[in-house]
């Protein structure tokens, strides 16, 4: 008994020690290369760096109708947003004259793309239907009109809350992005 | 005879004169209703001419809820919305914010409807009803209005803020801002429930 007992220790601790090693090289080459140098992982874009930005309005295509509540509340919860990101110095509202003096302004502006106005009383009662939707295309560009980063964004409410708050699921989206550019 | 004549005549035309009497006072009520009438109507009229301007000048509506877009004021904030000579004033507990009219570059209204229950709490209480019963509860709502308004600060800074009133107060409001004269311009109706794209 003991013999066999003492090989199968050893086969299974080599088995153990086999996998271990396994994993550990594993996670090693999972490792995300440090930055600067060219790796296998998923190359990360280069944070932009502005003092200020301006969010400009951009009226929607004629054929697109969206509410003005929505738009509004769009635009406001936007800049509350940005502003809580605490990234930029100053977020400057469309139209603000102080912003023609800052050097390195970034102007951010959302197209608007697709708009679906649902329920909340359906969504409630059907739990599956009556979603409010508003997709939009948001855009970094410089002073001069470079665009700096783009990127097509949708804000919806599912399940519970007014039709409103797709617009604030939308600017939390805005907020992340300008997060991850600057 | 003449005695007997003299029993009856008195007696017709007393009776006769009753009669003329009678209809002369029904009459004379009649026309006493309808001036009272006629005076009570231009009485009404009048007093709401004088109460109008009145209004106008300080319009004030409790239970207003700023969607967003004051500065200090939290959004989803319950408050007292007036109407002054000079603009909107829009008063909590511990702050007040004024839209001057000269600012409003414009103002838009429109209808949608609330839960009657609805909330956190709401959510919570619905959540337990058992076999589903919070879906009936979510079928009770209330018509309000939007009332979306549209300006500019010193800086030329575009600003824009969303009040839910009850239905009939926003457009009440907004012609009131109008006649101060706050600009509007035409608007399009989006229409209800459609999916639109580019």
């Given at each position: 008994m003991k013999p066999r007992t003492r090989a199968a220790f050893l086969s299974n601790f080599s088995i153990a020690v086999a996998t271990t090693v396994l994993l550990l090289a594993t996670s090693l080459l999972a490792q995300p290369s440090p930055p600067g140098k060219p790796g296998p992982g998923p190359q990360q874009k280069p944070k932009l760096t502005a003092s200020a930005i301006q969010f400009e309005r951009t009226d929607p295509p004629e054929d697109l109708l969206i509410p003005e509540d929505t738009?509004?509340?769009?635009?406001?919860?936007?800049?509350?947003?940005?502003?809580?990101?605490?990234?930029?110095?100053?977020?400057?509202?469309?139209?603000?004259?102080?912003?023609?003096?800052?050097?390195?302004?970034?102007?951010?502006r959302l197209i608007p793309q697709a708009f679906k106005k649902g329920s909340q009383k359906q969504r409630e009662v059907t739990t599956v239907t009556g979603a409010t939707s508003i997709k939009v295309n948001i855009q970094f560009a410089s002073r001069d009109g470079k665009i700096l980063r783009e990127k097509v964004v949708q804000g919806k409410v599912r399940f519970y809350g007014e039709n409103l708050r797709a617009t604030y699921d939308l600017a939390k989206k805005v907020a992340a992005l300008a997060n991850d550019t600057f | 005879m003449k005695t007997r004549s003299t029993q009856i005549n008195p007696g017709v035309s007393s009776k006769q004169q009753e009669i003329v009497r009678r209809s002369l006072q029904l009459v004379g009520l009649l026309v006493f209703a309808v001036v009272e009438v006629f005076v009570a109507t231009a009485a009404l009229a009048t007093n709401r001419q004088l109460a109008s301007?009145?209004?106008s000048q300080s319009t004030s509506i409790p239970h207003v809820?700023?969607?967003?877009?004051?500065?200090?004021?939290?959004?989803?904030?319950?408050?007292?919305?007036?109407?002054?000579?000079?603009?909107?004033?829009?008063?909590?507990?511990?702050?007040?914010?004024?839209?001057?009219?000269?600012?409003?570059?414009?103002?838009?209204?429109?209808?949608?409807?609330?839960?009657?229950?609805?909330?956190?709490?709401?959510?919570?209480?619905?959540a337990a009803i058992p076999y589903g019963g919070g879906r009936i509860v979510s079928l009770f709502s209330h018509q309000v209005e939007v009332l979306t308004v549209e300006y500019l600060d010193s800086n030329g800074g575009f600003h824009g803020t969303v009040f839910v009133l009850s239905s009939g107060k926003a457009t009440m409001l907004k012609d009131q801002l109008v006649a101060q004269g706050a600009k509007v311009t035409p608007h399009l109706e989006p229409p209800e429930q459609t999916e639109q794209k580019q």
């Open positions: 738009r509004i509340a769009t635009y406001e919860n936007v800049i509350l947003q940005l502003t809580k990101t605490k990234k930029f110095q100053h977020v400057y509202r469309s139209g603000d004259r102080t912003a023609a003096d800052v050097p390195d302004l970034v102007i951010l | 301007p009145q209004a809820k700023c969607v967003i877009g004051l500065e200090n004021i939290r959004p989803n904030t319950k408050g007292t919305l007036s109407l002054l000579p000079t603009g909107l004033e829009f008063a909590t507990g511990k702050n007040k914010v004024d839209i001057s009219t000269a600012s409003i570059q414009d103002i838009f209204t429109g209808q949608e409807s609330r839960q009657d229950v609805s909330g956190p709490a709401g959510t919570l209480a619905k």
